[in-house]
């Protein structure tokens, strides 16, 4: 891809952010107050904005169903408030826009244009100024200062405590049986007849049957199977049970390495397996889930810290909903 068709792709980005960001403006005349936070008050249009951006434009008008609507705008409501609040608490703490962090994201936002006058001819047509935008961003920069500072610091876990949580729950750690394979496939039409069906396996069969006689799996592979790995002779890698389908994992279960499985019947078609090495379940070591197992467990924590928070927030706050 060019630059120049990545630079187009960014910029259709950005308008379409901006369309989405000035919706509510340019389109809705009905500004209502839905819904009050401690004074502050959510306008109509702060949700009907906030909705845009949940769900595409055109959906929004044509495909969603009334039922579907109502339901998205509720929960677009109940997320607004909590922002609110999430808004109101920073502000309580003294949190500060970091002012670099927004010019740098505003900048972003205007660089995909070829001039500044491109730029706010676009946000005159989404209804909207360059200084509601950096609000906005302002705001949202704020938010997220106070999500870090509350959520996300809070959920860190230390690595003494990543490596107690692995120790305890080793047997979660286990790297599967895999089997590494060659295959032959006959591929069977979904429409096809019982004859038809029947001459194929009676194909597979007679190949099985060379196979067995020595030729080499290989090379039949190349002559015969009807997938991509024929180019391969067969190879298909390492794979684990949970990896094939279930009358595969059967036919293997019970075979050798060195040994071929018999003609294995499908939805697909008839497949044959040649097993070529088993490797046994093996324990993970720590530094190989390390990571992973680091990411799932804060992401935990932050999700439960987030509801108590917003569940905190929402116990001592006023809010009124018409």
């Given at each position: 891809?060019?630059d120049?068709h ?5 910029k ?5 952010f901006?369309l989405?960001l000035g919706?509510?403006v340019?389109?809705l005349?009905d ?7 401690n ?11 906030y909705m845009?951006?949940k769900?595409?434009y ?9 039922e579907?609507?109502k339901?998205?705008?509720e929960?677009a ?8 609040l999430?808004y109101?608490a920073a502000?309580?703490?003294g949190i500060?826009p ?9 900048a972003?936002?205007?660089?995909q244009?070829?001039?500044d ?13 360059e200084q ?6 302002s705001?949202?920069?704020i938010v997220?200062?106070f999500?870090?500072?509350e959520?996300?610091?809070k959920?860190?876990i230390s690595?003494a405590?990543l490596?107690a949580y692995y120790?305890a ?12 394979l060659?295959?032959m496939?006959?591929?069977v039409?979904a429409d096809?007849?019982k004859?038809?069906?029947a ?7 007679e190949?099985l ?5 020595g030729?080499?799996f290989?090379?039949?592979a190349?002559?015969?199977?009807e ?8 190879d298909?890698g390492y794979l ?5 389908l279930?009358?595969?994992e059967?036919a293997l279960?019970n075979?050798d390495?060195?040994e071929m ?6 939805i697909?078609?008839?497949y044959?397996f040649?097993l070529?090495t ?14 992973k197992l680091?990411?799932e467990i804060?992401?935990?924590r932050?999700?439960e ?6 569940e905190d ?5 006023r809010i009124?909903?018409?």
């Amino acid at each position: 891809m060019t630059d120049a068709h990545e630079g187009m792709i960014m910029k259709k980005a950005v308008i379409g952010f901006l369309l989405l960001l000035g919706f509510a403006v340019a389109a809705l005349a009905d500004d209502a107050v839905v819904a009050t936070v401690n004074g502050a008050q959510i306008r109509n249009a702060d949700l009907q904005k906030y909705m845009a951006e949940k769900i595409p434009y055109i959906a929004f008008h044509k495909t969603v169903s009334e039922e579907k609507m109502k339901a998205l705008r509720e929960e677009a409501l109940q997320e607004l408030i909590d922002k609110e609040l999430q808004y109101q608490a920073a502000e309580k703490k003294g949190i500060k826009p970091d002012e670099g962090t927004v010019e740098h994201k505003l900048a972003g936002m205007r660089a995909q244009f070829k001039s500044d006058k491109e730029f706010h001819e676009a946000l005159a047509k989404a209804g909207l100024t360059e200084q509601g935008i950096k609000q906005q961003l302002s705001r949202d920069n704020i938010v997220q200062q106070f999500l870090d500072a509350e959520v996300v610091k809070k959920a860190a876990i230390s690595d003494a405590d990543l490596a107690a949580y692995y120790e305890a729950n080793r047997e979660k750690y286990l790297a599967p049986e895999r089997w590494k394979l060659r295959e032959m496939f006959f591929k069977v039409p979904a429409d096809a007849t019982k004859e038809e069906r029947a001459k194929k396996k009676e194909k597979a069969e007679e190949v099985l049957a060379r196979a067995k006689k020595g030729e080499d799996f290989g090379l039949l592979a190349w002559e015969f199977s009807e997938d991509d790995y024929k180019y391969k002779s067969g190879d298909v890698g390492y794979l684990h049970r949970d990896m094939l389908l279930p009358e595969i994992e059967k036919a293997l279960v019970n075979v050798d390495p060195g040994e071929m499985t018999g003609v294995i019947e499908t939805i697909y078609g008839y497949y044959i397996f040649y097993l070529e090495t088993k490797l046994p379940t093996r324990q993970l070591a720590f530094e190989e889930v390390r990571e992973k197992l680091k990411k799932e467990i804060q992401q935990k924590r932050e999700k439960e810290l987030k509801s108590r928070l917003l569940e905190d927030l929402r116990s001592g706050a006023r809010i009124s909903v018409p």
